[in-house]
């Protein structure tokens, strides 16, 4: 069974416009949620991460997620998109009564167009 | 330098051939991962260890061996490499326990194999 879901394999935004990535999960108990970025050739690299408390968590280079129960979803914004931001950005969950295993989705390549 | 490195970065290799990927972390962490990344499939686990000689399986550990004698390494081994295990492959430590204990996973730089 998929526990997270990418809605969009690719998404392009203008230079400082909104940047908007979608993720949703599965899971019958509260998740931990995370977003990792990758830079090319490189390894992934934590953004942000909720686990308890907050559902409104910041993350490092101005990206923010919110956890919604209702919705079961984690999507990452970010108010204005930067060239830098140019990477493939990776939600994954840890569904807590399974042990510590990490589930990836499959991953969504954001492009900034100047 | 404190962290989690891979080596190879690169690896060309031939069909049938043994090869054997190395990660080695300095945190002592608890857990250690391993997953591909293939193209539409993201990343995928192949074996994850909770602690020196525990291992298990991952979704695709077939193919796949791996051994962890000191909890800094976790070597992967493919027996006999095939044209569908071209990949990067990802280490990844965790620790879950104790005042160290945090929920991400740290990653390594990858591992680019190619079987020819």
């Known amino acids: 069974a998929q526990s997270v879901t990418q809605l969009g394999s690719h998404v392009s935004v203008s230079e400082g416009a909104l940047v908007l990535l979608r993720c949703n999960y599965s899971?019958?108990?509260?998740?931990?949620l995370f977003w990792y970025v990758q830079y090319p050739n490189q390894g992934l690299q934590l953004l942000l991460k909720?686990?308890?408390?907050?559902?409104l968590v910041k993350g490092i280079n101005g990206f923010e997620a919110e956890f919604k129960k209702s919705e079961t979803s984690f999507h990452l914004t970010k108010p204005s998109a930067h060239m830098s931001d140019a990477a493939e950005y990776f939600c994954a969950v840890i569904i807590t009564n399974t042990g510590n295993q990490f589930y990836f989705g499959t991953g969504t390549s954001l492009t900034v167009i100047p | 330098d404190a962290g989690i490195t891979q080596s190879p970065r690169y690896k060309i290799t031939e069909t049938g051939r043994q090869v054997t990927l190395m990660c080695h972390q300095t945190w002592s962490h608890s857990y250690m991962f391993w997953y591909r990344q293939d193209l539409g499939h993201g990343l995928r686990l192949i074996y994850y260890s909770a602690a020196a000689d525990i291992t298990d399986k991952g979704e695709v550990p077939d193919g796949y061996v791996v051994s962890r004698s000191k909890t800094e390494n976790f070597p992967l081994t493919l027996e006999s490499a095939t044209r569908s295990q071209t990949s990067v492959y990802f280490c990844?430590?965790?620790?879950?326990?104790?005042?160290?204990?945090?929920?991400?996973?740290?990653f390594g730089q990858g591992t680019r194999l190619t079987v020819v």
């Open positions: 909720y686990t308890t408390g907050a559902t």
């Open positions: 899971s019958s108990v509260p998740p931990y």
């Open positions: 990844a430590s965790r620790e879950t326990k104790g005042a160290r204990g945090q929920h991400e996973a740290f």
